[in-house]
């Protein structure tokens, strides 16, 4: 019997692991044992190891109904990734923890596990090690990132000075607009599953939502150029949320400019037909997964001519308040909703 | 309004976290950064990193009706820092993920983090990160650890040898037996919940489940003694399943004596009360996080006295397989049962 024609529970949990591990190939030199005992073992002479981890849940983090399983396999991993960049970091292996529920196929693990070997292929990292087990009810996947950094180019929350130019990579908002897009298909088809999906003309959107790319690009951008950044986060929560992270850290406030936030065309079209204003997309949406930054004034030459970054504002003292100013000069308070999955929880 | 009397709603995420980790203080000096960015940043100059992450799910590998909070917060750290261990490693810093329904309480989680901060005290490691969120269903926790090695002292499954003496520290199978009692109880309260719970008499064998200890000491001793395992693995999954991990990546035999391995009094009492043979809870109950090792003859006097390691057998050929060799001298292959927890799975 070939090994794929194997159920999982004919596999087992080792027989498993060694499956979906057997054509890892170790691509760092740094990483001196991936999976296959207690722990990975990571040679960081000279660096410094910086790590995060996330847990995705499925019903919170994701639907599978219209997730696909290696979308979902290779977004959690760059999630994690885009926290090791924030830092101005280079990550180098991944941990990954599974559990799912018996409905799932082997070919569904599988193709989840597609996802994430092609996230390290296109990042440069290993998966060093995990595990997986069942669970009875929904599937969850956590992932443990972990990169080197060097102590005088790792760029902290806490770092903006007054003055400093608020700076955004990309565009923002239509992670968000591409998953009221699929919310809304979804809903369609529950009530009557004749009619098809209307997705065309949608690509970017949904790319963004199915398949977010991590800003390698700026991160080598600041190393060949020589920029330091003074505070840096990268964009899970939504704008708003992220830049009151960097103003709390740092003891600071901020104006942004709403006319200078970068919304892409695709993404206003599909924000008016929610009637959605394409900046409240931008300011709360979230999973964007591009970096929110500070620099001085000094080195706003250095990243002036990069098409990828605009200069959305700049830190003022903390007694200034952090505020949006609109295009009629109208001042309004920037308030942290994101993504905060409590927000329907009493406990009382 | 103390912070101690909102609800989890009111805090939200970020207000959690911070409530729940105000009182970190890091202990290890190399953790540059713990809780508070995008990620940890960590010092591990002249050491290897050492990493490993387990992801615990309520219904599979825990019971809240039987598991006091506390108890499970510091579960889910010692068996990362146990797993560390294995590798002869130091155990510094874990990061925590956690997702919990809607139905807990602040109190609860507060119990849970205790439970987690007592295991970070007790073995001299720092909460480094980590994120919540909330799960339509049941509760995850996942934990990863990270742990400094020495290239020359790490100690992997693949390096044991023909002849080399297989040992085992402290005795096996009063986890898996206190966990037969909580069920037993469990399963009396459900149908008569007048009916107290009988479990005085059986405090081993509760603690064993419910608040393991690794093992430090041996770490500890192995280090004092200049002792070299060839190949070590933390008992999670029962004797005879990890015995065939090291085994399998040794490429060797194993013959392992039934009379020489350790179970203590209270344990085997209450085998009797089950009708299960105590050897067999050894072999497949799991969850003791003992320590297995192998050492080469020679350094058998270094050991000889430390009344916390038993030698149980020694490595053969492989062509000899796998056995357990029982007091009348019968040859039984020895099974990788474990705690699998695909066993019920069919996804055909």
Same mark, same amino acid.
């Given at each position: 019997?070939?090994?794929?024609?194997?159920?999982?529970? /004919?596999?087992?949990?080792?027989?498993?692991?060694?499956?979906?591990?057997?054509?890892?190939?170790?691509?760092? $030199?740094?990483?001196?044992?991936?999976?296959?005992?207690?722990? +990975?073992?990571?040679?960081?002479?000279?660096?410094?190891?910086?790590?995060?981890?996330?847990?995705?849940?499925?019903?919170?983090?994701?639907?599978?109904?219209?997730?696909?399983?290696?979308?979902?396999?290779?977004? #959690?991993?760059?999630?994690?990734?885009?926290? %090791?960049? #924030?830092?101005? #970091?280079?990550? !180098?292996?991944? &941990?990954?923890?599974?559990? *799912?529920?018996?409905?799932?196929?082997?070919?569904?693990?599988?193709?989840?596990?597609?996802?994430?070997?092609?996230?390290?292929?296109?990042?440069?990292?290993?998966?060093?090690?995990?595990?997986?087990?069942?669970?009875?009810?929904?599937?969850?996947?956590?992932?443990?990132? %972990?990169?080197?950094?060097?102590? @005088?180019?790792?760029?902290?929350?806490?770092?903006?000075? !007054?003055?400093?130019?608020?700076?955004?990579?990309?565009?923002?908002?239509?992670?968000?607009?591409?998953?009221?897009?699929?919310?809304?298909?979804?809903? &369609?088809?529950?009530?009557?599953? @004749?009619?098809?999906?209307? %997705? @065309?003309?949608?690509?970017?959107?949904?790319?963004?939502?199915?398949?977010?790319?991590?800003?390698?690009?700026?991160?080598?951008?600041?190393?060949?150029?020589?920029?330091?950044?003074? #505070?840096?986060?990268?964009?899970?929560?939504?704008?708003?949320?992220?830049?009151?992270?960097?103003?709390?850290?740092?003891?600071?406030?901020? !104006?942004?400019? +709403?006319?200078?936030? $970068?919304?892409?065309?695709?993404? @206003?079209?599909?924000?008016?037909?929610?009637?959605?204003?394409?900046?409240?997309?931008?300011?709360?949406?979230? /999973?964007?997964?591009?970096?929110?930054?500070?620099?001085?004034?000094?080195? *706003?030459?250095?990243?002036?001519?990069?098409?990828?970054?605009?200069?959305?504002?700049?830190?003022?003292?903390?007694?200034?308040?952090?505020?949006?100013?609109?295009?009629?000069?109208? *001042?309004? $308070?920037?308030?942290?909703?994101?993504?905060?999955?409590?927000?329907?929880?009493?406990?009382?």
């Amino acid at each position: 019997m070939n090994e794929e024609d194997k159920t999982i529970s /004919e596999l087992g949990e080792f027989g498993l692991i060694r499956h979906l591990t057997q054509d890892i190939r170790l691509k760092n $030199p740094g990483t001196l044992k991936g999976v296959g005992d207690d722990a +990975a073992v990571l040679d960081y002479t000279g660096k410094l190891v910086v790590v995060t981890s996330d847990m995705l849940l499925e019903g919170i983090h994701f639907n599978l109904m219209y997730t696909p399983m290696k979308h979902l396999g290779y977004k #959690a991993v760059v999630s994690n990734i885009s926290d %090791l960049y #924030a830092m101005n #970091a280079i990550p !180098k292996q991944i &941990i990954v923890s599974l559990a *799912f529920s018996k409905k799932l196929t082997l070919k569904q693990i599988e193709n989840l596990y597609a996802g994430i070997k092609l996230a390290c292929d296109n990042f440069n990292v290993d998966l060093a090690g995990g595990d997986t087990s069942t669970s009875l009810t929904g599937m969850a996947i956590s992932i443990t990132a %972990l990169g080197e950094g060097e102590k @005088e180019r790792l760029v902290y929350r806490s770092g903006a000075k !007054k003055n400093d130019l608020i700076c955004v990579t990309g565009d923002l908002g239509a992670a968000y607009l591409g998953l009221q897009l699929l919310e809304r298909e979804k809903k &369609i088809f529950l009530e009557n599953p @004749e009619i098809e999906p209307q %997705l @065309e003309g949608y690509d970017y959107v949904l790319q963004r939502q199915l398949k977010p790319e991590p800003r390698a690009d700026i991160i080598e951008f600041f190393r060949e150029n020589n920029v330091s950044p003074s #505070a840096m986060i990268d964009i899970s929560d939504g704008l708003s949320s992220e830049i009151l992270h960097i103003c709390n850290e740092s003891k600071t406030g901020c !104006k942004l400019f +709403a006319e200078h936030i $970068p919304v892409n065309q695709e993404a @206003e079209n599909l924000a008016a037909e929610f009637n959605i204003t394409p900046i409240v997309a931008a300011l709360n949406g979230g /999973e964007d997964y591009e970096l929110l930054f500070t620099i001085s004034p000094g080195e *706003f030459v250095k990243i002036k001519d990069n098409k990828n970054i605009k200069t959305i504002g700049h830190i003022t003292d903390r007694e200034n308040g952090h505020h949006l100013i609109t295009s009629d000069g109208t *001042f309004i $308070p920037l308030q942290a909703q994101g993504w905060d999955t409590f927000e329907n929880i009493t406990d009382k």
